[in-house]
């Protein structure tokens, strides 16, 4: 079904090429909700997503340096390496980037197991974590490209920075809602992807959040609102 007015989210790459292509530098966020705020459905989001949506991902994916989740996240999504089609990474080719964006997982604790489906591709990922784990568990480094982001806290602004000096400064954040959280509360998020999917999910457990230390909120520009199979597209961005 198609609401009036409202144009499709497109089909063809250089379609959404146009309407998404144009990912500054800095943090783009790419998040769904259900119409009760639920971010999933039992503990993932394949029960609120579809194929158009899914289609959007990767080509979010494909403008990004570096993919970044929290590593709840990656376990309850089953995350893999980050893979994209042919055409994709013929794109990227094209433009000078490297084939794949990178893969960075962010854990305070260092609690990745080692049957994650991440460690299973030719790339390692990166492990971003604080000086404390990255000291305790040296074993991380057997896994991954250890980033450290603070002594016992991770730091959003740290965390970035310390991306950027390795050549990754576009940075897709996929969640989970705790990190991005953390992101919005150090003002850091520049570009804001919301699909809102048409469910109504009930109450879903989620990591619990601290209160923001926000002043006042940010206020983003709409950019777009777009549509398709009865979920919404939203991009809103720093004006």
């Not at 990767?58 to 309850?76: E, H, I, K, Q």
Request: hydrophobic share 40%.
């Amino acid at each position: 079904m198609s609401v009036a007015g409202l144009p499709l989210l497109p089909e063809t790459l250089d379609g959404l090429d146009t309407y998404y292509g144009e990912q500054p530098v800095g943090v783009r966020a790419n998040m769904i909700a259900a119409l009760d705020g639920a971010a999933a459905f039992e503990g993932r989001t394949k029960g609120i997503t579809d194929a158009a949506d899914q289609t959007l991902l990767a080509f979010l994916r494909s403008c990004s340096d570096v993919v970044l989740a929290g590593s709840a996240t990656v376990a309850a999504e089953k995350y893999g390496p980050v893979r994209l089609s042919d055409e994709l990474r013929a794109r990227r080719r094209a433009n000078g980037r490297p084939e794949l964006p990178r893969l960075a997982v962010v854990t305070a604790r260092g609690a990745l197991s080692p049957e994650l489906r991440i460690f299973s591709g030719d790339e390692r990922p990166i492990i971003v974590t604080v000086a404390r784990t990255a000291t305790q568990q040296p074993e991380l480094g057997a896994l991954g490209e250890v980033v450290v982001a603070g002594d016992d806290v991770i730091e959003p602004s740290a965390m970035l920075g310390a991306l950027r000096d390795i050549g990754l400064e576009r940075v897709l954040c996929e969640g989970g809602p705790y990190l991005l959280s953390t992101l919005v509360d150090a003002d850091l998020v520049d570009d804001m992807c919301l699909t809102v999917a048409p469910y109504l999910a009930g109450s879903q457990p989620t990591t619990p959040q601290p209160t923001s230390s926000l002043v006042a909120p940010t206020r983003l520009v709409l950019r777009h609102a777009l549509q398709r199979n009865d979920l919404l597209y939203l991009r809103y961005s720093r004006p």
